[in-house]
């Protein structure tokens, strides 16, 4: 079984640090994920990440793919209190179809103003 | 916003009595997922579907049947529930056959607890 595993479980920062949020896995994954919720909401999909090395950048947030596509970390610069939320990595199984992802157990982040 | 309603949002249950959650879409995805989501756990796949009356289990399928009759909607049935199944379910679509460039869109997920 394949698992996806995340860190820090919880954070808490000030308004202006920054942080990294770390998936980690022993498997390699086709492509990797990064989503973001909020109480009483789904998931939002932030980015995919494709290619081993790839890194993308979404404003403040900067995720990036392993080389060997087993983990990925997403970096947040001068952190604000409206990135509150869960932050959740999922990965595709190399052959897996569409939407049976496997999804890490998810970070909450708390910026404090 | 995807156009993904799911129904009821909240549900208070007794133990071995039947329960069926709805997701409806308006996107007309081809693909729909039911996904439980826990603390500790993440999500974790319960059943999916590929289109009308195409469906197959997923990683925690025991205790869960589902439906698709229309392109529109998915619906989860709780045969007989239990306590093990109080958590919050949420809806996915998508219209993509692979994981690359996948977008994968959530309701807004359903609380059930099982007293």
């Known amino acids: 079984t394949q698992l996806l595993e995340q860190s820090p479980q919880f954070l808490s920062i000030q308004e202006g640090e920054n942080l990294t949020v770390y998936c980690n896995s022993s498997s390699v994954f086709s492509s990797l994920q990064w989503y973001r919720q909020e109480p009483g909401e789904g998931p939002v999909l932030l980015v995919t990440?494709?290619?081993?090395?790839e890194v993308k950048k979404l404003k403040r947030l900067t995720f990036q793919f392993g080389d060997a596509r087993k983990d990925s970390s997403l970096h947040i610069t001068a952190a604000q209190p409206g990135d509150t939320g869960l932050y959740l990595c999922?990965?595709?199984?190399?052959?897996?179809?569409?939407?049976?992802?496997?999804f890490g157990q998810g970070t909450t982040l708390q910026v404090k103003p | 916003d995807a156009g993904i309603t799911q129904s009821p949002r909240h549900k208070v249950t007794e133990t071995g009595t039947p329960v069926t959650l709805r997701c409806h879409q308006t996107e007309n995805h081809r693909y729909m997922y039911w996904y439980r989501q826990d603390p500790g756990h993440g999500l974790r796949l319960i059943h999916y579907s590929y289109g009308v009356k195409d469906t197959d289990k997923g990683e925690v399928s025991d205790g869960y049947s589902v439906s698709r009759s229309k392109t529109e909607d998915f619906l989860l049935t709780l045969e007989s529930a239990t306590s093990s199944q109080t958590s919050v379910y949420f809806c996915?679509?998508?219209?993509?056959?692979?994981?690359?460039?996948?977008?994968?869109?959530f309701g807004s997920g359903t609380q059930l607890s099982v007293l």
């Open positions: 990440v494709v290619t081993g090395g």
């Open positions: 996915a679509i998508s219209d993509k056959r692979t994981a690359t460039n996948e977008k994968l869109f």
């Open positions: 999922a990965g595709a199984p190399p052959g897996s179809n569409t939407g049976k992802l496997i």
